[in-house]
Each structure stands twice: as structure tokens, then as C-alpha cells.
């Protein structure tokens, strides 16, 4: 028979915002459930973990979604692990030394970088004050990887190591050595850190804190790629897909591209991850700057059927392929005004391809829209294009230049006509 050894609990507030916690257990190959508790009306929840729980870092899941919605926490085995979580205050802990350590170790070196900056953000910042805060940020961080020792919360603490200065320097070049020396302490092989938020955490500060531009953000790139080493493969592909992911969300298809053609692909394929690979690859297919998938279709000229492919279609200046049904009641809302927009426009060429199950609805809907190349497919989501130009919702636009490449996919008529405007 197991019998509770020890426990993670907390309280939530306010706790009318809470209903349940999930707990996880973190590992470097992902997360595996354990258990779940029922919020109480006065916030407070309990995990009891058996004899043979295992040590490291567990997640706890407060709310949906569940990648934004939860914090880790360290439990070596030995304690309870108690805490306090409010919305607007954050976290903080009452009983468990790991966790209690890391927090105050985290919110001094944040205070003194919060320092350094508003002593840089002066005119004429004071060399004096500056060496003194450097100074005390030094003999901070010692001081606490002195306390960590022979603790859980020890390799975190020396992967936080930031550069220090020995003299005063100015801002640009502290600014440069700062960024330059960002990942000398971080400690990429440690399965531990690797179980955790703190790499990803670290890697998109240091990529997200650049120039908003392309060339900026593919340097960053380049430099995690190199600091993390061709000895963590895995925790690099990790790394590599999350950065991928968030490009695409930022708007940044080109960097996103470029992270997937130069790294993210190949390591797919040398470590045998056909899951990625074939969503990075269906990716490939319609992202911005790669030439569009050609396919042969039909259209009507003058009662006339004309045989032709993508590729033939002549777009002088610019192209838009539309996906969209005739049964879309979406799509019949916004064609309209992509009619409205392209009328504004006459030199682009629009093909308007309905994926449809029946052809009357399709026949009687497209006279609204003459000026359009209409064909379609009976296919409707079996279609292949569908897979081919990762079809997911009607309608979908893809902005196309004179060659056929993929300029742009908006996603509402609205996006359509800022893009245009532009």
C-alpha cells in the first residue's frame, strides 16, 4: 500500500476565477499527466503525492488553454511544496526551500537589471553607480549559487548567469557584450533545464529583444543555433519549432522559412521525426516566398471551355487565388467585397476555385462575380489541392506575383484590401 508522503497545495485568488488545477510531470521528452483537484470556494486546492513520486519539475494547469495558463514548480523529494497564486500578483511560496530560493533569486537579479537600465535610460548615467550595481549583481549571483548548492534550483541558477562588466562601460557596448555573451551560462544538456519553460523562456528573450526586421531576427537565429550545439539535437529541434511557431504568429513567413529550410527540416529528417517533417513540408508548399503548387483546371470563356494550368495563367502584375464553396456562407459574405477590392484593381487576375460537392449552387452563385476565372472541384475537402495549399477554412487567399510565388495570405477580405492599399 503507497501512503501520501508528501504534497504540492495552493491557493488560488480570487477563487471564484478558478474551478480546477491538472498537475504535470515534466520531462525532456514532454509532459505526462497525474492527477487533477477541485478548486475549493476559498481557492485552496491539494496534490498528494505517494512514496515513489518521482523528484524534478512538475507544471500545474490552472486554466485553458494550457500552454498559457500555468507554472512549474521544483519538488526534490524531501518537502512539501506550498504555495500562493493570484492573478495579478503572480506566485509565491511559503514552504519548499528549491522553489522559495529561485523565486527571491529571480526577483533580485530582476530588480538589479531593472536598475541597470533606468541608471542607462539617464542622459549622462553615473560610472560610479553603474560599477556599484554591477558589482552587487556579481556578489548576488555568487551568493545565491552559493545557497543553491547541492540543490534542485542550482543548474538554473548558473544558466542565469548574465554577462557582467569588470569597469564601466557605455551603453552601446555593454548593450553588444550583453547580447553577445547571452548563452555562455546556460547549460543546454542538463535534462532538468530541459524539462523545463527556462530554455525556451531564455531563447525567445534573447530572439524577440532584436530590431524587428528579418536580418536581425535570422542572426538571432543563427546564434541559439550555434550556443545550444550539435550535442542536444532534440532540445534544438524543441527549440527550433517553437521559434518556427511564433514567427508564423508574429508575421514573420520569411524567418519562418528560413529557420524551417536551414535547420528545422534537415533535423527533422536526420532524427527521423515524420510528424514534423511532413507538417514543415506541407508548410513549405504554400508559405510566403516559395512559388505555388501549379494544378490543371477548366473555366468558361465565352460559353467557350478553356483548358489551362495555374502556371499558365498569365498575371502580369499580380494573381489571387481564392478557395472557397458556394455553400460557404463565410465565403458568400466576403466575396462581395473582394469583388469591391479587385474592381479597384482590374490589372489582377483572380481564380476562384470552389471546392463543392454540386455544381448548381456553384453555377447560379458565380455570376455575381464575372470578373473572376471560375472552375471547380467536385472533391470539395477531399480535393488534393486541398492538402496542397493547406486548405483548413473557406475562404483562403493567396496573394500571387507574375511568376506564380506566394506573396501574401491574407486571412480576411479586410487583410486583402490593407495589402493592396500598401
Request: hydrophobic share 35%.
Amino acid at each position: 500500500m503507497l501512503f501520501s508522503q508528501h504534497n504540492i497545495k495552493g491557493v488560488f485568488s480570487p477563487a471564484e476565477s478558478f474551478t480546477f488545477a491538472l498537475l504535470y510531470k515534466s520531462t525532456p521528452e514532454g509532459a505526462s499527466y497525474i492527477n487533477q483537484s477541485k478548486i475549493e470556494s476559498d481557492g485552496s486546492f491539494v496534490f498528494n503525492l505517494d512514496q515513489n513520486a518521482e523528484t524534478g519539475i512538475y507544471k500545474i494547469v490552472y486554466a485553458i488553454p494550457p500552454e498559457d495558463n500555468n507554472f512549474e514548480v521544483f519538488y526534490n523529494g524531501r518537502e512539501h511544496v506550498t504555495f500562493h497564486f493570484d492573478l495579478d500578483k503572480g506566485l509565491s511560496f511559503s514552504e519548499s526551500s528549491e522553489n522559495i530560493l529561485w523565486h527571491t533569486y529571480t526577483d533580485s537579479i530582476s530588480k538589479l537589471n531593472g536598475e541597470i537600465s533606468k541608471l542607462y535610460a539617464s542622459n549622462s548615467p553615473n560610472k560610479k553607480s553603474l560599477e556599484a550595481v554591477f558589482k552587487t549583481l556579481y556578489k548576488t549571483q555568487d551568493g545565491f549559487e552559493k545557497q543553491a548548492a547541492n540543490m534542485m534550483v542550482l543548474p538554473f541558477v548558473k544558466s542565469n548567469k548574465m554577462y557582467v562588466p569588470k569597469a564601466f562601460e557605455d551603453v552601446e557596448t555593454y548593450s553588444v557584450n550583453l547580447m553577445t555573451h547571452y548563452f555562455d551560462a546556460i547549460d543546454f544538456g542538463n535534462p532538468l533545464i530541459q524539462s523545463s519553460d527556462f530554455l525556451i523562456n531564455r531563447v525567445e528573450a534573447y530572439v524577440f529583444a532584436m530590431p524587428e526586421n528579418e536580418n536581425a531576427y535570422k542572426k538571432a537565429i543563427d546564434h541559439v543555433v550555434k550556443a545550444v550545439g550539435d550535442q542536444n539535437s532534440q532540445t534544438k529541434i524543441y527549440l527550433l519549432e517553437t521559434l518556427w511557431q511564433h514567427m508564423l504568429n508574429n508575421n514573420q513567413a520569411s524567418v519562418a522559412t528560413y529557420i524551417s529550410d536551414t535547420y528545422l527540416l534537415p533535423l527533422a529528417k536526420a532524427f527521423n521525426r515524420a510528424d514534423l517533417e511532413q507538417v514543415l513540408v506541407n508548410y513549405n508548399k504554400t508559405a510566403i516566398g516559395k512559388k505555388a503548387t501549379d494544378f490543371k483546371f477548366t473555366y468558361l470563356e465565352k460559353k467557350k471551355p478553356i483548358k489551362t494550368s495555374l502556371y499558365e495563367v498569365d498575371m502580369p502584375h499580380k494573381g489571387l487565388l481564392i478557395f472557397w464553396s458556394s455553400t460557404c456562407s463565410h465565403c458568400l459574405q466576403e466575396l462581395p467585397k473582394v469583388k469591391a477590392i479587385m474592381e479597384k484593381h482590374p490589372d489582377v487576375k483572380v481564380i476562384a476555385y470552389g471546392l463543392e460537392d454540386g455544381v448548381l449552387n456553384w453555377k447560379k452563385t458565380i455570376t455575381d462575380f464575372p470578373g473572376f476565372i471560375h472552375t471547380y472541384d467536385l472533391g470539395k475537402w477531399d480535393s488534393p489541392l486541398v492538402e496542397d495549399y493547406g486548405v483548413q477554412a473557406t475562404p483562403s487567399y493567396f496573394i500571387l506575383d507574375s511568376d506564380k510565388t506566394i506573396l501574401a495570405k491574407p486571412e480576411h477580405a479586410e487583410d486583402l484590401e490593407a495589402y493592396f492599399q500598401d
